[in-house]
Structure formats: C-alpha cells, structure tokens
C-alpha cells in the first residue's frame, strides 16, 4: 500500500512500483477467487470424483448413461426441445428488436422496460402465470369459447404446448437484445444505397439488412439454446409426464433413485453439450454484454 | 427518412408490438388471481376480496419463508457487492489477456447448467453441514449474483477518468483516499445497479434453493414451488404477487438512481 505513495513521491525504481501494484491487484482479486475457487470450483470437481467412482470401473457411469435407453430419449427430447424454442424465440425476437431500434422517446422506454422488466421477474412467477393462463377454466379457453374458436375447453396445460409456451416467454429478452445490438449497428447508408439503386424493400431487407444482422441473430440463438438445454422449473411445472428434461432426469437421479453417480456423468454430459454450444458460437458472443444491460 | 424501406416497415412494427405484449402482459396474470374471493382460482375474478392476503400473512410458515428470503438475499447481496467490487477494481488492473480469463471465470456460474451446481453444492453442503442454513444458500446465490455485481461496477469503472486517478495520486493522495475521493463515487451507479439486480436474483431464485434450503432455511419461492407443484391456490397467486411487487418496486428503484447518476455524468444511462 505505502509502496505507491513512495514510488510516486521518491522515484525508487520501477520494479518497487510494479510489484507493489501487482500486490495489490492480487489482493483486490483474491476474496472473490477463493470464494469461487471454493465455492464453485471445488464442489463441481467433487461431482466429477463422484461421476467417476462407480464401483464397476471409472468411466461405467458414463457408459451406463450412454447405453440407457431413457436417458438417450430424455436427452434427444431436451436437445429437440431447445431447438425449438430456440427458432421460436429468434422468429419473434427480430421484429421486436426491429421495433426497438424504430421508436424515440417515451415509447423507446417503453419498449425498452418490456424487454427488461421479464429479466427482473422470477421464472417460477411467470410459469405460474402460464399455469393459471392456459388452465382448463382460465382465461386463453374463455377467449376462444368466446369467439368460437372451440366449443369446449382445450387442453393447453400440461403437454408441449405449454412448455413451448412457457420456455419461450422465459428466453425471449436473451434473443432481443444482441439482435438489437446488431441493428443498431448497421449503417444507414447502405439501406439508402439499395432503396437508391432500385432495389424493393424486400430485396433490401434480405440482402443488405438480414445479412448484416445475421451476427446478433446467431449470438442471440446461442444463447438461447444454451440456457434451454438447462431448463428446469418451467418444463417441470407446465409440461406432462412424458415431457421429461435432462435436467428433470439429473434431478429423479439425485432425489428418487439415489444413484449420485449418474447424476453427475449425466450433469457433465449435459455441460460438454452446453460447452459446446458455447465453442461454436464463440464467435458472435459476448455473454458480458447481455449480463449488462440486464 | 430513407424512403420506401422505411416506410414499409408498418407490418414489422406492428409484429414488434405484438411481441412485446407477449412478454409482459402474461406476467400479472397473478394479480387478479390473488384478489379473488372465491376459494378457487378465477381470471378475471367475479369478485374481489383480500381475504387471501390475510391468509398469507396469517400464516406463519409463509411469512418464515418471506423472512428465509430477506435475510438471505440481504446476505448474498452485501457478500457479492463486497467481494465483487472489490474483484472489478482488481480485474480493471489486470493486462488485457488476463482480463479475460478473470472475466470468463466470475460469469461462469451463469453458463453451468443451474441444475448442476444445485446437486454439487447439495452433495457438498451436507457434508460440511451448511445444508439447510441461511448462510449456506446465501453463498450459494452470490455464485449468479456475483457476475452482476463485477460487469456492473466495471462498466462504471470504464466511465472513469484514469487522469483524475493520476491526478490524485499526484497530489499526494494514498490507495484508500484515491478509491474514497475519486473511484467510489464514479461507480455508484454500477454498485447500486449491481446490488439491486444481486438482490432480485437472490430473493428470486429457486433451482438452488429447492436442492440446499432444507427445512431450516426454505424460502418464499421454495415454498410456492411445493404449493403450485400440488394445487392452485389462491394463496400462491398471493405469495407470486408479493414476490412481483416487491421485484417491480426494486426495478424502478434500481433504474433512477443509476439513471440519475448516469445523467449527472453526462453518460448514456438508457442500459442501466
């Protein structure tokens, strides 16, 4: 500490200065890594021992997980279930994000606070909501027997329909913000140019606009996916029996059967996924950037 | 402005609209379903009545579960704001290669599948006893608060000028007056942004909770995830209301003071 003050008032060598002031950086970055180092670290190489201690030989969790034919369907459904979601949520983040990028003023802040205000909200309020939305005597079947549409109540609840439903409502603001990024970031000019060389405002779109925000469209699918693949209580809450997630399936291993270490392979095949989502994707991510605007 | 694109963009528009209606109407579906009489959901209610507040905080087991939350989330949010400032003044001092990796680090509770952390800190709370205790779930939330706090505060630190830090040292100023003088308040902004978001996240969050809180320390969420998992009641469309407006009023708290702040140092404040 005192090592900075002298430094600058009695040149006494760089070298004093430097490691004084590695010292310190040192010292302001150590509660948080021996807190992580601790706390996270540490409790996932437990899992990792666990996942590899079977008695039947070090890797046999991870092949009884592999050959079981529930967990392959279980896994191929929560995979088929994010890519859903994942299409889903882009579709309908890009005229949102369109939006976005078209209003001033007061209803920019509007639009701004329904994108940001979902991120505040706990994910097992909304998926109450949902609940009582799409119940046999709610509101959506009131609707559409008002209308119509149906004469008598559908089942919306407990099935795909609603984990879709549920999921995407939940992912969406993870879609709209680096779609948006990437809009702002297109320049004027080039839309200008086109409209000017005689181009429709189809082909303008398609060829100048779209590509030029393919960037923030990956990123935003990326993230989607990846936080889908993890996805627990709202799958847990809206979906059926049959809706299973790899995650609901880590969760039975844990607390109904007892079988720890296929809990953990099956949480360490589920983050090789994960990290290789992240990999591939790696290229239009900056996760930092949608953790701020949070 | 630019001619026929433009002007064709009424439909997406409109599409844009719709989404966003989608994202935020769906959210207070709640309220009108905890202000009902009837002992039976019902949206929108035939008539109102808050008995069911009544019952909420009538009931003892709901409100030591709004209790378990608070003192929880108080806990992770002055641990995280503490040693996640402290790791955004050390990682601004990093080499940029460092950075990096510094950074990855702090965020990667965010990317681990939730599930995954939840039964690792299950199977080692038990074993070091702090399973079913405020302080165990407290840390454990600080994992997603932390990231929050450490961006949060770094953006502000980017904000900063680093002559007025020369500037001070120069005039004599040691470490601790330099961070009291000049560096605290420039991240003001980001701790207080940092530190409501770690809250919310906190109060919030239920995977976690649902694998460590035990008996001893079960929070509001984990016992509205037990209620709704059984039946719809009224009473959890009123601990989900509860849990709603106390969100909503931290939200625009949290937005004016870092807005404010924001405008006061002539800086973009429309992302905080």
Redesign the interface.
């Known amino acids: 500490?005192?090592g900075?003050?002298t430094a600058?008032?009695v040149p006494r060598g760089a070298r004093d200065q430097r490691s004084a002031?590695a010292a310190?950086?040192?010292?302001?970055?150590l509660?948080?890594?021996l807190?992580?180092a601790g706390?996270?670290l540490?409790?996932?190489g437990?899992?990792l021992v666990?996942s590899l201690s079977a008695p039947e030989g070090a890797l046999s969790s991870y092949k009884a997980t592999a050959e079981s034919q529930v967990f392959r369907t279980i896994f191929v459904n929560t995979l088929w279930l994010a890519v859903v979601v994942t299409l889903i949520c882009t579709v309908?983040?890009y005229?949102?994000?369109?939006?976005?990028t078209?209003v001033r003023g007061f209803w920019?802040s509007v639009?701004?606070y329904?994108?940001?205000?979902?991120f505040?909200?706990?994910?097992?309020?909304?998926t109450?909501?949902?609940?009582?939305?799409l119940?046999r005597?709610?509101?959506v079947n009131g609707l559409l027997l008002a209308i119509g549409a149906t004469d008598q109540p559908l089942r919306l609840l407990f099935n795909q329909f609603s984990v879709y439903v549920g999921m995407v409502?939940v992912l969406?603001?993870y879609a709209i913000f680096p779609i948006y990024a990437s809009m702002l970031k297109v320049d004027?000019r080039l839309?200008?140019a086109?409209?000017?060389l005689g181009a429709?405002?189809r082909t303008?779109?398609l060829r100048v606009f779209l590509p030029l925000t393919m960037p923030g469209v990956m990123a935003g699918a990326a993230f989607v996916f990846?936080l889908a693949?993890?996805f627990?209580?709202t799958p847990a809450?809206l979906g059926g029996p049959q809706n299973l997630t790899a995650?609901m399936l880590?969760?039975s291993f844990?607390n109904e059967r007892l079988v720890?270490p296929l809990?953990?392979a099956a949480?360490?095949i589920?983050?090789f996924m994960?990290?290789a989502v992240?990999l591939l994707a790696s290229r239009f991510i900056a996760?930092?950037s949608v953790?701020?605007?949070? | 402005m630019?001619?026929?694109?433009?002007?064709?963009?009424i439909l997406?528009?409109i599409?844009?609209?719709l989404?966003?209606?989608?994202?935020?109407m769906?959210?207070?579906?709640?309220v009108p379903?905890s202000v009902n009489s009837a002992s039976f959901?019902?949206?929108?209610p035939e008539a109102y009545s808050v008995r069911w507040y009544g019952q909420f905080f009538g009931d003892a087991s709901w409100v030591s579960a709004l209790a378990n939350s608070a003192e929880v989330a108080v806990l992770a949010t002055v641990f995280s704001v503490?040693?996640?400032t402290?790791?955004a003044?050390?990682?601004e001092?990093?080499p940029s290669a460092l950075r990096s990796i510094?950074?990855g680090?702090?965020?990667?509770?965010?990317?681990?599948?939730?599930?995954?952390?939840s039964?690792?800190?299950?199977?080692?709370t038990r074993s070091i006893g702090l399973y079913g205790t405020p302080v165990g779930l407290a840390?454990?939330h600080?994992?997603l608060c932390?990231?929050?706090v450490?961006?949060?505060v770094g953006?502000s630190l980017k904000r900063l000028d680093p002559n007025l830090v020369r500037a001070a040292?120069?005039l004599?100023a040691?470490?601790?007056r330099v961070f009291r003088t000049v560096t605290f308040p420039a991240i003001v902004p980001g701790l207080v942004g940092g530190a409501t978001?770690a809250f919310?996240t906190s109060?919030?969050e239920?995977?976690i909770s649902i694998?460590i809180a035990g008996y001893g320390a079960k929070t509001l969420?984990v016992k509205?995830?037990e209620q709704?998992?059984v039946e719809?009641t009224p009473v959890?469309?009123v601990a989900?209301t509860v849990?709603?407006g106390l969100?909503?009023v931290?939200?625009v708290l949290g937005r004016r003071v870092t807005m404010k702040k924001a405008a006061a140092a002539g800086t973009e404040g429309?992302?905080?």
């Open positions: 500490m005192t900075v003050e600058s008032a002031r310190m950086t040192a010292g302001l970055l509660p948080a890594a807190f992580l706390w996270f540490w409790p996932l437990q899992l666990l309908l983040a005229p949102a994000a369109w939006l976005l078209r920019f639009a701004l329904c994108v940001l205000l979902p505040w909200i706990s994910v097992l309020v909304r109450f909501s949902w609940m009582l939305l119940e005597n709610g509101p409502h969406l603001p004027r839309l200008l086109s409209d000017g429709s405002s303008t779109f990846l693949l993890g627990y209580i809450l995650a880590i969760d844990v720890w809990a953990a949480s360490f589920l983050l994960v990290l992240l996760i930092g953790v701020v605007m949070k | 630019s001619g026929r694109y433009q002007r064709r963009s997406g528009e599409a844009g609209a989404v966003l209606a989608f994202l935020v769906p959210i207070f579906a709640v379903a959901i019902k949206i929108p503490v040693i996640g402290s790791a003044l050390g990682i001092r990093l510094a950074v680090l702090v965020l990667s509770p965010l990317i681990v599948p939730v599930i995954m952390i039964i690792s800190l299950y199977y080692v840390l454990s600080s994992l932390l990231p929050f450490v961006l949060n953006v040292e120069g004599g040691g470490p601790w978001f919310v109060f919030d239920v995977v694998f969420p509205l995830w709704i998992r719809f959890a469309a989900s849990i709603l969100t909503m931290l939200f429309a992302w905080r």
